[in-house]
Every structure is written in C-alpha cells, then in structure tokens.
C-alpha cells in the first residue's frame, strides 16, 4: 500500500521540497505536551541537515526505526536523545551499521522497518518492545512520540500525545480516523514509537511511524513490531547480542543469559521465557488468540479443553468445533480412532470425538440421569430407580405454581409437589370461547398425570 511516507520523514530529506498546507490544517503532535522523561526515544541527524526522523533505543546499541528513514540519508547518521534538538548536539553519538527488511520496497509501508546499531552504548536503559499479536478492542489508544512538526515550535523538540487507535491489519497499526482534529503524526515524527501498556504494567513499543494519510497529517499508520519479530530477533542475534533477555544467547553471563534456554535442542521445554524464538516450539505459544498446533514449553492459554464451548477450531486445543442436534452450543472437539482418544464423556464417531446421541422421552416417562434427552424437562429423581422426566428449575430455581425445586440423585435440581391451579371463580366461560391453557400449564398436567400413572402400574 503506497501513502505518503516521505510527508513523515523532516522536509530536508524528502528530496524536493514540499509546499506546507496552511497551519490551519496541519494536525501534527499539536495537541501533545513535551516528553521530558522518554530518553529512550531518539532524533537522528545528518551532518549539517539535522534533525530528520525518530527512533527508539531497544537493546543496548540498537534503535528501532522506520525503514524509509534508514534509507533516506546515505551517509553519516548521528543520534540524540535530548530532548530540544533544534541546535543539533555536539556530543551525538555515531551510527555505525543499519539494516531495512528484507522485505521492505520503497514507498510500501508493509515492512517498513529498519535497525540502526550504535558506536557505543547510550547510558539509558532500552524500552521494551511488544512481540505478542494485538488484539482490539484492547488495544483502543496508544502515547505516541516524536520529534516531528508540532507548529508550535518547529521540529526538533520530543514530544508526546495519546493516539486513538482506529483498526489493526497485519501489519499496521491504523491511528485516528483523518477527520478529527486531536493529534496525529507529521513531518519528522518517522520512525517514532507508539506505546502501549498492556496488564502487566509494562509499557512495550507497539508501532513504528511510517506514513500520514495525507498531506494534512489527519490520522496515518504505524508499522506494527510484533509483525517483525523475527526481523529484530536476527539483528541482535547477528549485530548486537546481550545478556539481556532479547533473543540472542550470549555465554559467560552472570546470571546465565535466559536466552540460552531458547536454543534448538529438539525440545519445546517450560524454561524458555520466549517461546517464539525457540525454533523447536510452535508458533502461537503465546496468547494470541490462536492455540498452537504442537506441544508447547508451558499451556498455552488459547487452547480450550475437549467439550468447552467454542466460536471457531481456532481456540481448541483438538482443532475442532463441533455442533449437534442436541447442543446448542458448539464445543471443542478432535479427531480420534478410538473411544480411548476422547474425554470420558464423549465417543469417537466417525472421525472425531462427539458426544453421545441420547434417547429421547416424554414428560413422566423413565428416565437415566445424565443418558435420557428430556423434551422440555430434566431427568431427575431421588434415585437412579425412580428417575422420571420431570419440570426442570429455571437458573434461578424457581419452579411454576406452587412447586419447588429440589435437588436429586446425581445433583440434578428439579421441580417437585402438586401444581395448585387457580381456584375456579365459578363463572362458566361466555358463548362462543372456548377453555383455553397456556403450554406451561398443559405440561404440568401432563407431568402430574403421566407420574400418577406410573406410580399405579409400578404399585399393581
């Protein structure tokens, strides 16, 4: 999807200069304040241009940025986290190697992504970035960052704002809806980060800025970081490994490097903090809302046992979501060739697991608890022997008329005693109408009438 990328890189490294639209209609981070505490959100400059584009510091000399950027200028890169970079800093650290994906083609902001390593480490502790798939609504406002256009005070300045989220694709993270007038991303602010804190506290890195949706910077997009997990993954573990927990095992750490637990051993194993990058786990192990096909290091939280109910195949732990005439509700199910592969109550029927089809029967008929289909009631009883089909409770145990509900042999509740009519007012009904009954009390008759003739044939 081609947008207009370059009207978020600074102006200077657009290549032709762009004629601003009035100030009236620019909406860049206006509305945001200055971020005096974010140092680990950069500006990157070149030479005698300064300030062009945003990144953040993820690992110990590495930046996140947007791949456009990377590719903007082709030569020197300076970095600083300052938070006024107008005068561009005498002490702004080198940028020794970069990297774009491999997949990135200019102007398409599928993967447009790039890492930029550092001369030396910059004595700030890196932000975290998210590698979990996003979900909405969960994910409704991100704080975005930048040191972009604020038609306040030029670019050159950090600043931050809150950003509504307006829809997630697989790879972008859409903000605001271009008709609003709140803030937005604009000129310079490429590359920047937008933030999230999920319910672990933690604030991770979500998205990249890559692109406005016009010119007036009413709303644009932001690559999302967990689509490129890998991509990062291999940077560190190629350009700059850690002791940290960042993908990369590096020995003779103390404590040991967390990361050498993740390494192919032929065993998806509960050690590895980062199931995604132990290349002998499947993918989704992480809560994502898919269970994994494999056999994970720890449960994954997606998979939904046999028989819970289910939407798709997507959140059973089997891979399948199955409906029956007798369920109203679809239930997670797998395949089978054999009763000894399903869950205690179900059978393999052709193929895959299912719950038994349970012969029907009739208000006041006999009945086995748990094995008998009662239409319009539950079997119950005070025991297996005398288990009837009876009137059920409702979710509140409230039963019709004067009856009460009681539990039975195998806790199954149902309503018990006689139904007490309204008294008859004595009046006959007026010509023409005709008895009538509602179909709740029609079924309490017929209950009370099939029961006492059972009782009569059992006690002759």
């Not at 200028?73 to 986290?81: A, R, Y």
């Not at 102007?107 to 909405?136: E, F, H, I, Q």
Request: hydrophobic fraction near 35%; charge should be negative; charged fraction near 20%.
């Amino acid at each position: 999807m081609r947008r207009l990328v370059c009207c978020l890189l600074g102006i200077t490294a657009c290549g032709p200069t762009l004629e601003a639209p009035p100030e009236s209609a620019q909406q860049a981070i206006i509305n945001g304040t200055v971020s005096l505490w974010d140092a680990q959100v950069f500006a990157l400059g070149s030479g005698n241009s300064g300030m062009f584009c945003t990144a953040t510091l993820i690992s110990e000399r590495t930046l996140l940025t947007a791949a456009h950027c990377v590719e903007a200028v082709s030569g020197t890169i300076t970095v600083s986290n300052q938070t006024d970079v107008r005068g561009w800093p005498g002490d702004a650290i080198a940028v020794v190697d970069r990297r774009v994906h491999p997949r990135w083609v200019g102007g398409d902001t599928s993967y447009d992504v790039g890492l930029l390593l550092l001369a030396s480490a910059p004595s700030v502790t890196p932000k975290a970035w998210n590698r979990a798939p996003l979900k909405m609504p969960q994910l409704s406002t991100v704080r975005a960052l930048g040191y972009g256009e604020t038609h306040l005070d030029g670019s050159g300045v950090r600043y931050e704002a809150p950003m509504r989220v307006s829809s997630l694709t697989s790879t972008t993270v859409y903000l605001g809806d271009g008709r609003d007038a709140g803030a937005a991303t604009c000129f310079g602010d490429s590359g920047g980060p937008s933030m999230f804190t999920d319910l672990d506290a933690v604030e991770r890195v979500v998205g990249v800025h890559s692109f406005a949706n016009s010119a007036e910077c009413n709303g644009g997009g932001d690559l999302r970081v967990d689509a490129v997990a890998d991509f990062i993954d291999q940077w560190t573990r190629d350009k700059a490994p850690t002791c940290a927990l960042d993908g990369a095992c590096v020995g003779g750490c103390s404590p040991a490097d967390l990361d050498c637990l993740c390494l192919t051993d032929g065993a998806c194993g509960e050690a590895c903090p980062l199931p995604d990058t132990d290349p002998d786990c499947p993918k989704s192990c992480l809560p994502d809302g898919v269970c994994a096909f494999g056999t994970c290091g720890v449960p994954d939280p997606d998979c939904q046992e046999d028989g819970a109910s289910c939407a798709s195949s997507e959140k059973c732990s089997g891979h399948q979501c199955l409906t029956d005439a007798q369920h109203d509700v679809a239930y997670c199910s797998r395949v089978c060739h054999a009763d000894e592969e399903c869950s205690p109550a179900m059978r393999c029927s052709f193929g895959v697991c299912r719950y038994p089809v349970l012969p029907l029967a009739t208000m006041g008929q006999g009945c086995v608890v748990g094995r008998t289909l009662c239409s319009g009631g539950t079997c119950g009883g005070q025991s297996d022997d005398t288990a009837t089909c009876r009137v059920s409770c409702d979710e509140g145990g409230v039963c019709p008329g004067t009856m009460k509900c009681v539990s039975g042999v195998h806790g199954v509740r149902y309503c018990q005693g006689p139904a007490t009519l309204p008294e008859f007012d004595g009046e006959a009904p007026a010509a023409g109408k005709r008895c009538s009954a509602s179909g709740a009390e029609v079924t309490l008759l017929l209950a009370v009438v099939f029961t006492v003739a059972r009782r009569r044939s059992r006690s002759g």
